[in-house]
Nanobody, 122 residues
C-alpha cells in the first residue's frame, strides 16, 4: 500500500513564501512522476501546478512559472514545491499526485495526497 503524505501549507501574506512537501511511503514500488495540483475555491476541477518525471523533465503552469520551483529527492521518495512571490490567486487546496509503478507487476497506479490548504492574504 502506497501513501502520500503532504505538509507545509498555511496562511501567508502576498509576496511571501511557502514550501510544500509530499512523501511517498510503502515498499515494492518506484515512482514514475510526482507533481502538484490545486483546486481553488469555487472551482470543481484541479489544475496542474507543476510536475516532475523520473528523467527530470519538469512542467509548470504558466501562472506559476518564475515563482514556483518543483524538486524531487529520489532517495526519500519526496517531492517539494517551493512557492515564492505568492499571490492571493494562488489560494487553493494543493494536492500531491504520484504515478507509482509496482515493481512485481510493472503495473502503474495514480495516487493522490489528502491535500493541504494554502491561503494567501492580500
Amino acid at each position: 500500500q502506497v501513501q502520500l503524505v503532504e505538509s507545509g501549507g498555511g496562511l501567508v501574506q502576498a509576496g511571501g513564501s511557502l514550501r510544500l512537501s509530499c512523501a511517498a511511503s510503502g515498499s515494492g514500488f518506484s515512482i514514475n512522476s510526482m507533481g502538484w495540483y490545486r483546486q481553488a475555491p469555487g472551482k470543481t476541477q484541479r489544475e496542474l501546478v507543476a510536475d516532475i518525471i523520473s528523467g527530470g523533465t519538469v512542467k509548470y503552469a504558466d501562472s506559476v512559472k518564475g515563482r514556483f520551483t518543483i524538486s524531487r529527492d529520489n532517495a526519500k521518495n519526496t517531492v517539494y514545491l517551493q512557492m515564492n512571490s505568492l499571490k492571493p490567486e494562488d489560494t487553493a487546496v494543493y494536492y500531491c499526485k504520484a504515478i507509482i509503478v509496482i515493481t512485481a507487476s510493472a503495473s502503474r497506479y495514480q495516487y493522490w495526497g489528502q491535500g493541504t490548504q494554502v491561503t494567501v492574504s492580500s
